[in-house]
């Protein structure tokens, strides 16, 4: 399976067991923990949370020292019980890893889950069938960031020459996270937290304050304005706010109480939306060919009820499935063509012809949209 983001996060899983060393951040002051109350208050939300997908909550949570023990207890068990019930092998190195990380974070008894069950030996065998594939991101900087540690504090050897690839490697991922700056994000507000973790430990950004407070304030704005509302935008943004990144799982060390006061939680603003009725424009496309159809839908309705409607009047044309994932409804196929990992196929969706930084179950149409979903390749 190709995957650009997962497979970094394994190798650096694998060689991230190790004491994490200084690395500069950009730390919420006091003043402005209400901010992160939101986002922990987010994570919270245990019907959106299923299975194994908790593991990036569970990880979150750790990595920030977020002391809630029954929300701990209860994202462990679903994660064991969910993997005790399905074929290990199905699953992707990514989770493989996440759910490692996540019970490997700071002493706890879930670390008995690792060694009894072999995960770290399971992952290094999909490692080895998948590194092939390997490509770049703010991952793969923690991750080629930690076999550079390990290197330089002798727990792998290597020759001047693999050491320096990998340090021209780091600087040309770090350089092209620069380049994809925008207002005080990176990318967008969903790859700003990552991105901010990989510029803590392999760039001098952050020595600068206004740097600092430019990302903070752009990521206060987002979450003010409920962008980070599912619990795993609000577990990827999280552990950076804090100053902390993935290179700091530690699984020798207990983990300190978090300097926020999950207890006084803000009351969530609910927006009131006229109940009138829209349209849209909904077209499928798939190679250069497309299918339209007008669609009215309720004020407030996601990209999502508009593909429904549309099947509901054509199955044909605007048939398609979807599965969970903790990112909501993911589309797998539509008129019977299906997404394949292995060819790098997948379902985009798109408005006015602009591709979507939100997925269906999440995008809030508007009255006169064009949207598409189109057949593409990654
Ligand atoms: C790789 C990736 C993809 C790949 C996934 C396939 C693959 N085999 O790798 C591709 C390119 C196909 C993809 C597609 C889309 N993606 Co994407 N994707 C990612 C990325 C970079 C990493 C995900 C990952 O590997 N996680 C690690 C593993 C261990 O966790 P996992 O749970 O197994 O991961 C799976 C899901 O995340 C799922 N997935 C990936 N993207 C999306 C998007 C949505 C909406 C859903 C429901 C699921 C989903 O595929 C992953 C691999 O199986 C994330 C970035 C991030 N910060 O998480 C964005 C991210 C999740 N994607 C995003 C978006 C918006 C999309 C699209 C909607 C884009 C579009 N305009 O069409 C589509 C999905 C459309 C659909 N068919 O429903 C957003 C979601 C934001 C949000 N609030 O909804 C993210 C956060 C990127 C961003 N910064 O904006 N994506």
């Given at each position: 399976m190709r995957q650009s983001h997962q497979l970094p996060l394994v190798?650096?899983?694998?060689?991230?067991?190790?004491?994490?060393?200084?690395?500069?951040?950009?730390?919420?002051?006091?003043?402005?923990?209400?901010?992160?109350?939101?986002?922990?208050s987010a994570m919270d939300n245990l019907e959106q949370i299923r299975g194994i997908y908790g593991a990036s909550i569970l990880l979150s949570q750790r990595l920030a020292r977020i002391q809630n023990p029954s929300l701990e207890e209860e994202l462990s068990q679903r994660i064991q019980d969910d993997m005790n019930r399905r074929d290990m092998s199905n699953l992707t190195s990514g989770q493989l890893a996440l759910i490692i990380l996540a019970f490997g974070a700071c002493k706890n008894p879930d670390v008995r889950f690792i060694h009894d069950h072999h995960l770290v030996e399971k992952l290094g065998e999909k490692f080895k069938e998948e590194i092939k594939n390997m490509d770049t991101g703010a991952v793969a900087v923690l991750a080629l960031t930690c076999v550079k540690r390990s290197i330089s504090n002798g727990k792998i050897k290597a020759a001047i020459k693999d050491s320096d690839t990998i340090q021209k490697y780091i600087e040309s991922l770090v350089h092209k996270i620069q380049s994809e700056k925008?207002?005080?994000?990176?990318?967008?507000?969903?790859?700003?937290?990552?991105?901010?973790?990989?510029?803590?430990?392999?760039?001098?950004?952050?020595?600068?304050?206004?740097?600092?407070?430019?990302?903070?304030?752009?990521?206060?704005?987002?979450?003010?304005?409920?962008?980070?509302?599912?619990?795993?935008?609000?577990?990827?943004?999280?552990?950076?706010?804090?100053?902390?990144?993935?290179?700091?799982?530690?699984k020798t060390a207990t983990c300190p109480q978090s300097p926020v006061n999950i207890t006084d939680e803000p009351v969530p603003v609910v927006p009131t939306l006229s109940p009138?009725?829209?349209?849209?424009?909904?077209?499928?496309?798939?190679?250069?060919?497309?299918?339209?159809?007008?669609?009215?839908?309720?004020?407030?309705?996601?990209?999502?009820?508009?593909?429904?409607?549309?099947?509901?009047?054509?199955?044909?044309?605007?048939?398609?499935?979807?599965?969970?994932?903790?990112?909501?409804?993911?589309?797998?196929?539509?008129?019977?063509?299906?997404?394949?990992?292995?060819?790098?196929?997948?379902?985009?969706?798109?408005?006015?012809?602009?591709?979507?930084?939100?997925?269906?179950?999440?995008?809030?149409?508007?009255?006169?949209?064009?949207?598409?979903?189109?057949?593409?390749?990654?």
């Open positions: 190798g650096l899983l694998l060689f991230s067991l190790i004491p994490s060393q200084l690395c500069q951040s950009c730390v919420v002051s006091e003043k402005d923990y209400s901010h992160l109350r939101l986002l922990i925008n207002g005080g994000l990176f990318g967008n507000a969903y790859s700003t937290g990552e991105a901010m973790q990989a510029l803590f430990v392999a760039s001098d950004y952050y020595q600068n304050e206004s740097n600092c407070q430019e990302t903070l304030d752009a990521v206060f704005n987002n979450i003010s304005q409920g962008v980070f509302r599912l619990p795993i935008a609000a577990a990827q943004i999280l552990p950076a706010l804090l100053g902390k990144t993935y290179l700091d799982v530690n009138e009725n829209i349209s849209v424009i909904y077209c499928v496309k798939i190679n250069e060919i497309s299918n339209c159809i007008n669609i009215t839908v309720k004020n407030g309705s996601v990209f999502l009820d508009v593909m429904k409607a549309a099947q509901e009047k054509n199955s044909t044309i605007y048939g398609f499935t979807m599965t969970e994932t903790p990112w909501g409804p993911y589309i797998t196929s539509v008129q019977g063509i299906w997404a394949n990992n292995n060819e790098r196929t997948y379902w985009e969706l798109l408005s006015n012809n602009k591709s979507l930084s939100q997925g269906a179950g999440n995008y809030v149409v508007k009255n006169g949209e064009h949207l598409e979903i189109r057949w593409a390749t990654y």
